[in-house]
């Protein structure tokens, strides 16, 4: 098969597609013929030494993928060889076969391309995770999103609107705050040009919010603090302002604040498949009734991989970039 490798850790450049085995599945994994993968801020992390993919993955970056199962064990799943697919993985979505554990493969959404499917599991998977099941956004709760015209940012917007939260993001130029105001966010913030804890401060009377999804950590994590509610709770997912900070924990103690985190990478499929099951449930109606939708900036032949990071690295995409197959 064809497939698209890390050939040295460095820039978009040492992308090569390559050929490769075909991946054999084991038990409790199935086979995909790959139609569409997902590219996400991990797969640049891999591609620059930083991020290696955990004991047991494939080499070959790419974290989800859509297409159809073509063999191996679909267990309990109510899956079935022909069926359409979109699936979250440890590695090896960019490739034109790739094996994936059942149990975090879902059904395309009725209505939904490939392309689209592709999109999916890692955002959503990580979204479903970090903001609802450790951020805990429930009841009136409201959300503040850095990084709001992401993949990840993109949908948290909807998920949350969606499930009647009101949502502040940032972004890093007029038009993305514009973009993430028509996808649901009561308010956008260009943090290029304002200081999101004033803009915060002044939407909410001075009360701040009550979750924050944070992928910048570094400095932001003080000023985070700041835009908190009482009880609030900051959920770090990715590191892009660096990974330590100094904070006043005198905040903390007196407003009863909580800083958490995750990855979502080297957790057991045991964990990963529940939060499939939720998915399933919450979240697969909104997006078979249009509610929600994936969004996708752009898509690039597997062969132009490299193309595809550059985009990326650039950082001015809305929404998901796509690889077909």
Not at 12 to 31: I, S, T, W
Not at 238 to 257: E, H, N, P
Not at 268 to 281: D, E, H, W
């Amino acid at each position: 098969m064809k497939a698209v490798e890390i050939s040295t850790p460095g820039g978009p450049e040492v992308l090569k597609l390559v050929d490769r085995p075909m991946p054999k599945p084991k038990a409790g994994e199935v086979l995909i013929k790959v139609s569409a993968a997902g590219i996400n801020r991990p797969d640049v992390f891999q591609r620059k030494g930083a991020y290696p993919p955990p004991a047991g993955a494939s080499d070959l970056p790419g974290l989800e993928v859509s297409g159809e199962i073509v063999g191996g064990d679909v267990g309990d799943t109510g899956l079935a060889v022909g069926d359409r697919v979109c699936a979250l993985l440890a590695g090896g979505g960019y490739a034109e076969y790739c094996v994936a554990p059942a149990e975090q493969c879902l059904p395309v959404p009725a209505g939904l391309s490939d392309v689209e499917a592709a999109g999916l599991p890692e955002t959503y998977f990580t979204v479903w995770s970090n903001v609802f099941d450790r951020g805990h956004l429930s009841g009136e709760d409201t959300l503040l999103v850095h990084g709001g015209a992401s993949g990840i940012g993109t949908t948290a917007i909807q998920l949350a609107t969606a499930m009647g939260h009101k949502v502040y993001a940032t972004a890093g130029s007029d038009e993305r705050v514009g973009a993430i105001e028509n996808l649901g966010a009561i308010m956008g913030i260009n943090y290029r040009t304002h200081d999101f804890v004033e803009e915060i401060k002044k939407a909410t009377d001075g009360r701040g919010v009550d979750v924050i999804l944070d992928m910048v950590a570094g400095d932001y994590i003080n000023r985070d603090l700041a835009c908190l509610a009482d009880d609030g709770r900051i959920v770090i997912i990715a590191l892009l302002g660096g990974a330590k900070a100094t904070i006043d924990c005198s905040q903390v103690m007196r407003r009863r604040l909580t800083v958490t985190g995750s990855t979502l990478r080297p957790r057991p499929v045991a964990f990963k498949a529940q939060i499939a099951q939720a998915l399933r449930k919450n979240v697969w109606p909104l997006l078979e009734s249009g509610k929600i939708k994936p969004i996708v900036h752009a898509t690039f032949p597997l062969a132009q991989a490299s193309d595809a990071h550059a985009m990326m690295d650039a950082g001015e995409q809305i929404g998901k970039i796509v690889l077909t197959v």
